[in-house]
């Protein structure tokens, strides 16, 4: 076909990685990320939340300007992306910047050099992200960089990847292999990879690198797109309109296109889908961003006038060339100041798709706490808008406090007005301009807990300063639209400040900013706004020292050269970094024993995966009338259910029926898991019994229909002569609700309690320790594909930890013969237990829908219903008493510990040994406990990396805190007080430690001289003195983690061609298990002849588990799996090694030499047996083993606003004798960050009814890169020998989660120092140590601590000393 007639047509016509997509029709609604994963082979991008908050989905959209003959690329979301909104661009993947065909990209083979991926899932992703970024820093007119590197730096390297989530690396070797990049790099900074060897010089390493020429970049659009640029959809034949002016606008929405009940839908980025989910469907789009008038942004004399559609992105270039240019002192410092708060909202892949106007009019209509909407009213903005009555200009102000807008009003534009410049005001006054924001990460990608933009005009006063006007706007608080803070402006307009006005305005502020009820953290938010208005104006209460740190440069009289910002006061640093992270060191002690074992070998498959090649669950192309389910669950705790109701929309025309336990066939059972001892029921029958708990799954021909016709299905409760819900444990103690502990899992006490709270000088009774639940948030979520097959068979494919139990529950709940079911299992995209229990109710619902429908069934559950069902971690109440000697010495501890299990028993009963177990790691002289399992109405409780563990850990150090506090000593000496001996070890571990293998005293010791923690310890309680507003803290903690071995299968086949197939029982889930298996195939086969072994790595394919193909898989768990995997297949390769040796040495006396594909060519002409079975059970004394570690870490605290960043966190972890020291490395990284997500961010909330209620991205924040110690040191130690280890190997997956409890110690401590300076001021009536500090230490919990009032008492110290 001509393209003329393509472009008559006006067809939706596009490209991905350079192939042509036409669509004759598609529902507008449709999302690029829908589009791509189901019509198209390109399955990179990842559904990991749909809301934009995960990044998992990134691709780079590329236009072209056929005026400027441009082409401008960026990343956007294609979760949110509307494919119709792409007509013209080309969109591009991570496997279609290369994959294992064409050959990779150089960001997939770095990021899998410098072990960046582990599970997989978020790698695309990332490298789409970064790709953006690097592609667009070509473009700059930037020096040329040095060969092999971008335009890019480091800090921008940084920032590109700062949105996307990955719960696996710990960010710090993403960062690394992008940073590989950037032309400003030190190549010495960079951490462990596989491309250099020590002692290799720059350039070496430079050119080891797979080599980037930027020059050879492929190019982003296709030249055959070019001619359809110039195209709109034609609107005759999709229901999306491409108005390309006002007028014409104005004339479709006064048309009968929006009459007769048709509805539509105002469009730009659509992003705002992400926070508002769409249950309805819309007749039509119109897409606002071909009128060129809204389109513009420029500045004039007077204002800036932005275009409703400029996206954030455009505008943040815009005002940062602005802030370059000179546009007055004024200009400049908006333009400066709006760029740099603007770069905090959402994320690049959000920013470069969200409008200005779609931010405003979300404000204004919905009440959404924008920042944007903020800086506008703190700037004084105007806005144009198109009612149905013709163009109107306003006041943002005059418009946030209307009515919200109707769906027929547009807004044009936003103006900035510039106030007078400084030169017109002939120097006597000065423009103050300033922004806040502070949230859960501090550069974006979450929601500010208040935000605000102040600004003023300030002159000398008889040696003062006077606020000749000034305007305070507060947003996002807790209150339906950002507001001014009209009385305080009004008190201090025309005042001379000084300590007493501002005390005074303070007041007014937290008289002004109260949130609405409801709201989280009230005071906080209030005590926030305390604090920016505090910083805005203090540094002017003191003239002089305003003007000597260059405050009122400008005004006549005063010779200071540079204009600086307000918030350069020397005292309140705003402290901005050129990079996020400083430095990391990793030290890795490998050996070569068994090579290639203990090779620091790259992840199997790291660089596919990273192109996006590596297939998981959802990438399974659906088989022919595939269906889609969607759980309906309970949202109250104890309710009977009379009825579901499905509303009817067109959005949920493809329902085909709903699953309930009604379903389950004769002589099936209704069974969702099987743990311990109890069954747990697939689905609710009379009675839910938790929220969250599983109701039904509604069957859909689409994902998106079943979804939606789940969350507005309408389930009638009836809750009369139901007894209240059980929600806390201590409800459940009332009412004597246990789960039974089997005698076997019963942890063992040690000595005698009495006795030793005898010979104590001081005793603490009953003191309470409280812990909440976590999400795994794994980024793939739980997913399961069922496909009948002949003679009542069914294959399940399920992201499961345990396929052979999910095996078992279906066949249970089906009522079949367990041969007719198979469950595969190829890789998981991160479970950390949180697939062990909680997937098998998944892969069940799926194989009860596919058996009862007759066809395949997918479910990929999404995030908000995952977050809600899964469970989480265990909360716990501890209340204990201790007794202790003067010396810090503890002589005896007793606990009473109350564990919420949910409502079912899942994996519940091992949690006991495990919280004792790991708080046996000091010596508490004599230890006794009474540990109870309380059965709750709330969702059963799980697995979670370090289960128990992680609690147990914290609870030692959180009483090792509080003897300290009680005996006023260092907290240090008092740990080391307590540390075990030898003996004391092994009373309380049973004997486990052989003599020579308890390493943790000189991990200790080491880890004091490599982290210098006495020298910085004493320089930081200097800073703490110097320093009113930041204080830092700075912890060692120890860990021991005992860990258990269980039996694992293996097979080991070997094909004619020498190539090698090996199937395990453990599962990748990210871990490197497949990586580890691999080296010891390698290493067991090479036996047979050493020289071999290198190459034999590359002969071997692990592949997927198959529950019919390997049986007695097991658990994938408790960090074991690997090594026990290695050992399986161990055990298989001594039989191949046993049958080949004698034959291999035949062929060497006749031929001199032999090689192994001669041998196996041999083999299999002699009829030797190439396959070979195992079944590895660990021996009965040497199933558990003990971990050791410890770790130091130093934090800075703003008691302004409570945040909390780590400076520095090192690591001593006794890895035995690694079988991998970069696999164990990235474990080691990625757990303890993972922890610092548990102990520092991950707020875990339900409502009344136990209902978890933080279940999106928007609310539960899990780590991202600016959160990870600036400086991460990690050393693997190796222990040497251990010869009841496999291969004197030691596990890495989860202690060293526990290791970052020493982030949470050492934020106390730098609170500590706070309360300290409030004790100084005589401003603290309660103790300065003693205080429990909740978990997580959100910045809420830490600015409480160190007291919400503590600026107003530092006024009133000031005050009261000038009396004097
Ligand atoms: C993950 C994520 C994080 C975010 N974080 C922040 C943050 O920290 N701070 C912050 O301020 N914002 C944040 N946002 C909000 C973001 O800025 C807005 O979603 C975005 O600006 C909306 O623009 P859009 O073009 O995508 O609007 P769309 O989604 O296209 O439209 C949003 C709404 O506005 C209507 N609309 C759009 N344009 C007009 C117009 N010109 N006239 C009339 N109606 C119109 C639409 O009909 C729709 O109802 C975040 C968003 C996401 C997805
Ligand atoms: S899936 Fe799109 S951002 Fe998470
Ligand atoms: S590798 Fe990033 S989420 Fe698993």
Known sequence: MLMEEIQKKGSLVFAVNGEKFELPCIDPSTTLLQFLRSDTCFKSPKLGCGEGGCGACVVLVSKYDPKLKKVEDFSVSSCLTLLCSLNACSITTSEGLGNTRDGFHSIHERFAGFHASQCGFCTPGMCMSFFSALVNAEKGNKPNPPPGFSKLTSSEAEMAIAGNLCRCTGYRPIADACKTFAADVDIEDLGFNSFWKKGDSKETKVSKLPPYDPTKNF????????SESATN?????????????????????????????????????????????????????????????????????????????????????????????????????????????????????????????????????????????????????????????????????????????????????????????QSSLQNRSKFLFETYRAAPRPHGNALAYVNAAFQSEVSLYHNSVLINNIQLAFGAYGTKHATRAKKVEEYLT??????????????????????????????????????????????????????????????????????????????????????????????????????????????????????????????????????????????????????????????????????????????????????????EPLFAEDLVRCAGDRIAVVVADSQRSADVAARTALIDYDTANMDSPMLTAEQAVEKSSFIQIPPFLHPKEVGDFSKGMAEADHKILSAEIRLGSEYHFYMETQTALAIPDEDNCMVV?????????????????????????????????????????????VSTACALAAYKLRRPVRIYVNRNSDMIMTGGRHPMKVTYSVGFKSSGKITALHLDILINAGITEDMSPVLPLSVINSLKKYDWGALSFDVKLCKTNLTSKTTMRGPGD??????????????????????????????????????????????????????????????????????????NQKNTWKKRGISRIPIVFEAMQRASPGKVSILQDGSIVVEVGGIELGQGLWTKVRQMTAYALGLIESSWAEDLVEKVRVIQADTLSVVQGGLTAGSTTSESSCEAIRLCCNVLVERLTPLKKQLQEKN?????????????????????????????????????????????????????????????????????????????????????????????????????????????????????????????LNSGHHKKRVLSSKNSGEPPLLLAASVHCATRAAIKAARKQLKLWDKLDASVSEFYLDVPAILPVVKTQCGLDYVEKFLETLLAQKSN
């Not at 760029?339 to 959000?350: L, T």
């Not at 709940?813 to 949180?834: A, Y």
């Not at 009483?959 to 309380?988: A, G, P």
């Not at 070979?1172 to 934090?1195: D, I, Q, T, W």
Request: proline content about 5%; overall charge negative; hydrophobic content about 35%.
């Open 797 to 841: 494919y399920a992201s499961s930890q345990n396929p052979e139990k999910a095996h078992h529950v279906i066949a249970s709940c089906l009522g079949v013969p367990e041969h007719n079911i198979r469950v595969i299992t190829r890789r998981v995209g991160g479970g950390f237990g949180g697939k062990s229990v909680r997937a098998m109710p």
């Open 1152 to 1276: 001199g030499s032999v090689d192994w594909p001669t041998l196996i060519r041999q083999a299999q002409q002699q009829s030797v047996s190439l396959a070979a079975n195992s079944y590895y059970v660990p021996e009965f004394g040497s199933r558990s083993y003990l971990n050791f570690g410890a770790a130091v870490s130093e934090v800075e605290i703003d008691v302004l606003t409570g945040e909390t960043t780590i400076l520095q966190s090192d690591i001593i972890y006794d890895c035995g004798q690694s079988l991998n020291p970069a696999v164990d490395m990235g474990q080691i990284e990625g757990a303890f960050v993972h922890g610092i997500g548990f102990f520092m961010h991950e707020e875990y909330l339900t409502n009344e009814d136990g209902l978890m209620v933080s279940n999106s991205t928007w609310t539960y924040k899990i780590p991202t890169i600016d959160t990870i110690p600036q400086n991460f040191n990690v050393h693997v």
């Open 494 to 679: 025309g005042k001379v400040l000084n300590l007493h006005v501002l005390h005074e305005a303070l007041k007014l502020v937290k008289l002004a900013v109260i949130p609405e009820d409801g709201t989280l953290h009230p005071e906080y938010r209030s005590s926030l706004a305390v604090s920016y208005v505090f910083e805005f104006l203090y540094p002017f209460t003191d003239v002089h020292s305003a003007i000597s740190g260059g405050l009122l440069a400008g005004i006549n009289d005063i010779s200071v050269e540079e204009v600086s910002e307000s918030s350069n006061d020397g005292c309140i640093s705003q402290g901005r970094k050129q990079t996020l992270l400083s430095s990391a060191k990793q030290v890795v002690e490998s050996s070569t024993e068994y090579y290639p074992v203990g090779e620091p070998l790259k992840k199997v498959g790291a660089a596919m995966q990273a192109a996006g090649e590596a297939v998981y669950v959802d990438d399974i192309p659906s088989p022919p009338n595939c269906l889609h389910g969607a759980f309906i669950y309970s949202t109250k705790p104890l309710a009977a259910v009379k009825g579901i109701q499905l509303k009817s929309n067109q959005l949920t025309d493809g329902v085909i029926d709903i699953i309930t336990f009604k379903d389950i066939p004769s002589g099936g059972a209704n069974v969702g898991a099987m743990t311990i001892s109890e069954p």
């Open 233 to 421: 959809l034609d609107s005759s034949r999709y229901p999306w309109y491409s108005p390309v002016s006002i007028e014409e606008l104005q004339s479709l929405l006064n048309s009968n296109l929006t009459e007769n009940g048709v509805s539509f839908k105002l469009v730009v980025g659509n992003t705002g889908t992400g926070y508002y989910k769409e249950t309805q469907r819309y007749d039509h789009y119109v897409d606002l961003r071909y009128i060129p008038e809204l389109s513009i942004v420029k500045r004039d004399q007077m204002s800036i006038e932005v275009g409703a559609t400029v996206t954030i992105s455009k505008l943040i270039s815009f005002l940062k060339e602005e802030s370059k240019v000179d546009s007055g002192s004024y200009g400049k410092l908006v333009s400066k100041k709006l760029a740099y708060h603007m770069e905090k909202i959402a994320s690049p892949f959000v920013r470069n798709s969200a409008s200005v106007g779609g931010n405003l009019v979300m404000a204004q209509k919905n009440g959404f706490p924008s920042d944007i909407a903020t800086l506008f009213l703190g700037l004084s903005a105007t806005v144009s808008l198109m009612t149905s009555h013709g163009l109107e200009k306003l006041t943002w102000e005059e418009l946030l406090s209307r009515p919200p807008l109707d769906s027929r009003t547009v807004l044009l534009s936003v103006s900035i007005p510039f106030k007078k410049d």
């Open 950 to 1023: 992680v609690q147990g850990s914290y609870i030692a150090e959180a009483i090792i805190e509080h003897v300290s506090s009680l005996l006023s000593m260092e907290v240090d000496s008092v740990r080391n007080e307590n540390l075990h001996t030898f003996e004391s070890l092994n009373l309380f571990y049973d004997n486990i430690v052989e003599a020579g293998e308890y390493t943790l005293p000189s991990i200790m010791d080491k880890l004091a001289v490599s982290s210098s923690f006495f020298q910085r310890s004493k320089v930081l309680e200097q800073f």
């Open 219 to 226: 190019s982003t659009y296709p030249e055959f797109l070019k």
